[in-house]
């Protein structure tokens, strides 16, 4: 199977995109630890992932203390982690000066401080081991906010900044592969979204992403569209979509 013997940490784990990729990542055989804030979402998700698919524990991404529980549960079971996937969001849709300073932060907090404490507790280990992949979740959010989305689209904006940034701290010479990549994987049916695709086809864009050779990519954003290429090829036209989008045009 595709992941066989890997162990995969998801963040977000409980429903949603998170549920999706559980499934996914079980089906091809990985040992699969999520994450997320509400005990029977994720007891559900397991039970749609088979007998012993996954395991979980319920917290919070923001939280140092629940960071290391999760990653502690995934080294206990399985020795290492192999692809970290930071899934977990928070998409309040309220306007600025209606939400408390608290509840804007509180968004921060979950999408990029959460993220990025994942980031440092799986990094070390996949660097000690030369192999790991991180999946950052990302959305063009940021590029053409709406009202509504300051929190969401600020949010977005920094984990893009920051995949990049960790990224290009990683010694590709010493650690051909190790990869911090980000994907876009377009809209779904969630708690945040009430239009678009069924969450669980969000797996087969992160499979390509966390599938990704040594000395593949990395640093680099992935539109769920260009997902049907050679890697070659892909790295070339998500590169040139970015770029367009960057300068208001739309995609080619």
Sequence with gaps: MHFAGKTVVI????????R???IGFRRDGANVVGIGRTPEDLARTAELCGAGGMHWIAGDVAREADVERLFAEATLRHGRVDILVN???????????ESSHREWAYVIETNVIGLALCCRMALPGMLERGHGRIVNMGSFAWLRPIPASSAYAASKGA???FTK????EIDRKRYPDVLVNELLPGVYRTRMSDTGEDPGDAYRHARF???LPAKGPSGESFLRSELTVDDT??????KRMVSRLLRGRPPA
Excluded at 11 to 18: D, L, N, Q, R, Y
Excluded at 165 to 168: D, F, M, T
Excluded at 233 to 238: E, V
């Design 165 to 168: 940034a960790l990224a290009a």
């Design 87 to 97: 899934n977990a969001a928070l998409y309040p849709k309220q306007l600025f000066l």
């Design 20 to 22: 999706g990729l559980a």
């Design 159 to 161: 984990v893009r900044a």
């Design 233 to 238: 090829g892909l790295r070339a036209r998500a």
């Design 209 to 211: 992403v966390a599938s």
């Design 11 to 18: 963040t977000g784990a409980g429903s949603g995109v998170g």
